[in-house]
């Protein structure tokens, strides 16, 4: 089975069984960024992928793998809205073209929220670029932690979100595609939910901030700090409550074309 995965910092505890021999041989692996993920499975050319959330919503036959997420019940850190301007000055926003679920999530968050007309565009995770032409932008995963937040103004929008809604923000979970699913007598849920497990494991945890933290130039507190505390990677019943209200706005602002079923690959839903 092809996985598609992402290649951020907050999915490396989701990958540690893939990674180190102890998940099937039946997994082939590639790595790319959140929107090509979701653009690989519409496709195709992927059966598993760690799925914005906004792309369940468009992409047919798909069904959610329970219980592991990419979500935050705080501020998340990886998802920010930058500008050398006041949140009532900003006219135009840069997008970043890695993400769909953020870039749906800023346009809520205007939209019901914040209110007031802006326009956006879509851009490559430039800061300076995006800046030179507009008066905010949105960077998600790794690009965005790595922005000096001392330089600019920068709203995190899973607090933003939380903030005015009360629930968590699912930013990202594991789908497959339905004929895949049909095709296999591998027990899914367990495999992804184990391999999160062996992630998040605190002498995994430390190598995995030992490998990444150089690679980002971030400190190891600040990387240990964001995968124990900013990131929530359980798909709980909480986390499904933030999601539904999610679509129910994304689709109320015509940013989503449709409020999706949730169906899920066993009949465990939520249990985390």
Excluded at 176 to 205: C, K, M, P, Y
Excluded at 209 to 224: D, F, M, N, Y
Excluded at 262 to 270: E, K, W
């Amino acid at each position: 089975m092809r996985i598609s995965a992402i290649s951020y910092l907050n999915a490396a505890p989701l990958m540690w069984d893939f990674e180190h021999g102890l998940a099937s041989p039946e997994f082939e692996i590639s790595y790319t960024v959140p929107s090509q993920c979701a653009a690989e499975l519409a496709r195709g050319t992927a059966d598993i992928g760690i799925i914005p959330a906004a792309a369940y919503a468009a992409i047919p036959n798909l069904v959610i793998i329970p219980g592991v997420a990419i979500a935050s019940k705080q501020p998340v850190r990886s998802i920010l809205l930058v500008s050398h301007k006041s949140l009532e000055e900003i006219r135009t926003v840069a997008l970043d073209n890695s993400s769909l679920t953020s870039v749906a999530l800023t346009r809520v968050l205007f939209e019901k929220f914040w209110r007031g007309e802006r326009t956006f565009t879509s851009a490559a995770p430039d800061i300076d670029a995006m800046l030179a032409s507009n008066d905010a932008a949105l960077l998600i995963g790794d690009p965005a932690l790595q922005v000096d937040r001392s330089k600019y103004q920068t709203w995190d929008l899973a607090e933003e979100w939380i903030r005015f809604t009360g629930k968590p923000f699912v930013f990202a979970f594991w789908a497959v595609r339905e004929e895949a699913l049909n095709g296999t007598a591998l027990d899914l849920a367990t495999i992804f939910n184990r391999s999160r497990d062996h992630g998040l494991q605190s002498n995994h945890i430390d190598e995995i901030v030992r490998s990444w933290s150089p690679k980002l130039g971030i400190t190891e507190q600040a990387a240990r700090d964001y995968l124990t505390r900013s990131i929530h990677f359980q798909l709980d019943d909480e986390c499904l409550e933030g999601l539904r209200l999610f679509y129910a706005y994304a689709h109320s602002y015509g940013l989503l074309p449709r409020v999706p079923q949730l169906q899920f690959a066993h009949a465990n839903v939520g249990k985390g």
